[in-house]
């Protein structure tokens, strides 16, 4: 579990930048190098210490290889819309 706010703070960024990268038709090889550039540029930059940038990088591995992380919702037919 994440507890420092600026690795928390990375993290909501990795995985909105992950979704975002789905959803334009990208896959798990490419997220995941996408991801691994990330966290080379956080060792590069020092921008958090080395311990932290490992847990985010565990983190983020386990939303990124999560089943249910990308899933989409069923599109709701025209009748279940005016019923809701």
Same mark, same amino acid.
């Not at 703070?9 to 990330?38: M, P, V």
């Given at each position: 579990?994440? @507890?420092?706010?600026?690795? %928390?703070?990375?993290? @909501?960024? %990795?995985?909105d930048a992950l979704q975002e990268q789905w959803n334009?038709?990208?896959?798990?090889?490419?997220?995941?190098?996408?991801?691994?550039?990330?966290?080379?540029?956080?060792?590069?930059?020092?921008? %958090? =210490?080395?311990?932290? %940038?490992?847990?985010? =990088? =565990? =983190?983020?591995?386990?939303?990124?290889?999560?089943?249910?992380?990308? #899933?989409?919702?069923?599109? @709701?037919? @025209?009748? #279940?819309?005016?019923?809701?």
């Amino acid at each position: 579990m994440l @507890q420092d706010a600026q690795t %928390i703070r990375y993290y @909501q960024r %990795i995985t909105d930048a992950l979704q975002e990268q789905w959803n334009r038709g990208y896959r798990y090889d490419d997220l995941r190098l996408y991801l691994d550039g990330y966290l080379a540029a956080l060792h590069h930059a020092n921008a %958090i =210490e080395p311990y932290l %940038i490992h847990r985010l =990088e =565990e =983190e983020t591995l386990r939303y990124l290889y999560d089943p249910s992380t990308f #899933e989409t919702a069923m599109p @709701q037919t @025209q009748t #279940e819309r005016d019923y809701y």
